[in-house]
């Protein structure tokens, strides 16, 4: 059996281009005794990959598949625990089909949504939106979000829950197109970042007594206009700065940072990794709200595994409408 | 009576001058029936007033006498409550004597300690300290604290509250006889940044596998060190940012802030204004830890209230040596 596999050969300098990867074909043997057999159907690019590709401290490695989640399907079991046609979801990588040990493999009965919400809203992203409302910023009913990078895979999710949980919700996205799905989304004020010259400005008139929570997905200008909008005992859950992942020295940060003394402010980092024990009740909430309406969401699919960089580098250039995930046919 | 106050008469423009204060003489007439007359007897200076000073929320008004903590002794009282000699501590700001509703003055009883020390050590400063740590940080036994500015009011107890509750202690401070001091009073690993080329280096050599917490009293590139060095988890409680009080324009923030997010990592900043609850625990503690030797302290006193301008400005060149008092004679 032939499986194809997408490679990291060179560590990206800068936005990552697509010969910083090469596609290459591996021989899959018979599955070995006790091994289950998986062919991925969905696959996920995520921000977070960037920094990993340079990372000093914990790199990807080279000429090998690039780590990542996906959800899959058993071609065949040596473990009685799976059957053929079951879904799974696992750490698997950039591969068409690989073998496991059912202990890697993260068994999703037949559930309401469709299996790539999984990996996107009902997946990592939409519990990244979920730990850092509910357990880093602790938003309280009645609060106001500021969510930046609102109409992505993790920020659309942020202002739906948000509003689930009775917080007045800002959210910024670049476009006329996303701002609008933004207003579909129930976002009570929309920024479009693109369209204006002074982001404190429009923060300020879209929370005129400023913000209790920001959820930060960019970093830069977005997380100073965010603490200078910040009231006394705000917080600020970065997930992510996706905004100097690129550069190639690390841009200064917020030189207002000082404020966040006299405001007794918090700013806190998280991974999803630490809050992975919240999945089963982020999960049984998700199925909830997309299925009474409370939560929408929209994918940006793109077709077999020759457009992982692509879908890769569009993550970057502000081409994707929420989860992007490349579907292996 | 006379009461000479000192009363700002221009907002600082970098470091505070002498000339930015004038001292005013006050005839207070009979003390007013019901009200307490106080004469002062040690005026605290405080890094923080320099921020109001030229805060555009919530500044000092000018030409009044600057607001501040005080340490005085009851001279007459119209309030069976408060009787001549007793000691109160308040907010009567920069003046000789003054009267007040006995409601604004806290009696201390007869107590362990000299009464500058419950300015200093066993007051807001020492408070912070205690707070910043127990509260904010929320430091534990084994773990690794940095401190900056840690021969100064608030870092010198913050280094031997740190080791009392059981963790190693990293101290920063300028000039060879401020480190005697932190080795004297028991600092695990002392850094004299006047004499590092290299913070970042001086850092991981005093703390070779990092810091848990870092309680940040100086900023600028002290909290750029400690953001490098803060391992997962780490915290970093801001008392405050003396390093940029000064500067006409905010510099810029740590480039790497954005480091927090793989570290899931927390900067805080916070007023000991937010825990005066727990100002009676941390007296008793206080009193105890210095009457048995498991802490000490250093005052500057200067005298006179003439000399409150120059003990202010003080602060900022590094001049002083644990807590500036004012004593009025």
Avoid at 84 to 97: C, K, Q
Avoid at 203 to 220: E, H, Q, S
Avoid at 303 to 308: F, H, M, P, R, T
Wanted: neutral net charge; aromatic residues 6%.
């Amino acid at each position: 059996m032939q499986s194809r596999e997408m490679q990291l050969v060179r560590r990206p300098s800068g936005l990552p281009r697509e010969d910083d990867f090469r596609l290459v074909e591996r021989k899959l043997g018979p599955c070995p005794p006790g091994l289950v057999r998986v062919r991925n159907r969905f696959i996920s690019v995520d921000p977070y990959m960037r920094g990993r590709m340079t990372s000093p401290a914990n790199p990807f490695a080279l000429n090998e598949a690039v780590p990542g989640r996906t959800i899959g399907e058993v071609v065949e079991s040596g473990d009685r625990r799976l059957r053929p046609g079951d879904l799974v979801r696992s750490m698997s990588g950039w591969r068409e089909a690989f073998d496991a040990p059912a202990a890697a493999l993260e068994y999703l009965d037949p559930r309401s949504l469709p299996p790539q919400a999984y990996l996107g809203v009902a997946g990592v992203s939409g519990l990244s939106a979920y730990a850092g409302l509910v357990r880093v910023a602790q938003l309280k009913q009645g609060e106001t979000l500021f969510v930046s990078a609102a109409s992505g895979a993790v920020g659309m999710v942020a202002c739906q829950v948000a509003r689930i949980l009775g917080a007045r919700v800002v959210g910024s996205a670049g476009g006329p197109e996303k701002c609008a799905f933004l207003r579909e989304i129930g976002v009570d004020a929309v920024i479009d970042y693109k369209a204006e010259p002074d982001l404190d400005a429009a923060l300020a008139r879209a929370a005129p007594a400023g913000i209790d929570v920001y959820f930060d997905n960019v970093g830069g200008a977005h997380l100073e206009a965010a603490i200078a909008a910040l009231r006394p005992f705000g917080r600020v859950a970065i997930c992510g700065m996706i905004s100097i992942y690129n550069e190639a020295a690390l841009p200064p940060g917020p030189a207002n940072l000082v404020t966040i003394v006299g405001k007794s402010a918090r700013i806190e980092g998280f991974l999803a990794a630490t809050h992975m024990d919240l999945m089963p009740e982020f999960i049984r909430n998700m199925e909830a709200w997309i299925g009474s309406g409370a939560v929408r969401y929209r994918d940006t699919i793109h077709d077999g595994i020759e457009a992982l960089p692509r879908a890769f580098i569009s993550l970057f250039t502000g081409a994707n409408f929420g989860k992007p995930l490349v579907r292996i046919p």
